[in-house]
Nanobody, 124 residues
Framework: QAQLVESGGGLVQTGGSLRLSCAAS????????MAWFRQAPGKEHTFVAG????????DYTDSVKGRFIISRDNAKNTVYLQMNSLKPEDTAIYYC?????????????????WGQGTQVTVSS
């Protein structure tokens, strides 16, 4: 069973940047598809970015394209989310998630393992 621990959240002004990290305990990390979801107050979890097992393919929700970059380092069992040009509407709890499989998956139900979440707050 994989355990995921996020870090890197915090308070930032509009236009600022943050880098989230997610460390996985599983030694077979490279066989998992990884993603970041977020949950704003009063809203459902939504897909933000996903990356395949190799790190060669990634995808993003439209609202973060061109601003966020997902990457992974399989040697370090870690996935990252670089967030640039942050906006107040990016404020949410951000969750790292892992799914059995090699591709990119968009549905929350595809992900079996979840981190505890890290708060990102963007002030206007």
């Amino acid at each position: 069973q994989a355990q995921l621990v996020e870090s890197g959240g915090g308070l930032v002004q509009t236009g600022g940047s943050l880098r989230l990290s997610c460390a996985a305990s599983k030694h077979t990390f490279s066989s998992y598809a990884m993603a970041w979801f977020r949950q704003a107050p009063g809203k459902e979890h939504t897909f933000v970015a996903g990356i395949d097992w190799s790190g060669s393919n990634s995808d993003y929700t439209d609202s973060v394209k061109g601003r966020f970059i997902i990457s992974r380092d399989n040697a370090k069992n870690t996935v990252y989310l670089q967030m640039n040009s942050l906006k107040p509407e990016d404020t949410a709890i951000y969750y790292c998630a892992a799914a059995h499989g090699l591709g990119i998956y968009y549905a929350r139900e595809a992900y079996r393992y979840w981190g505890q979440g890290t708060q990102v707050t963007v002030s206007s």
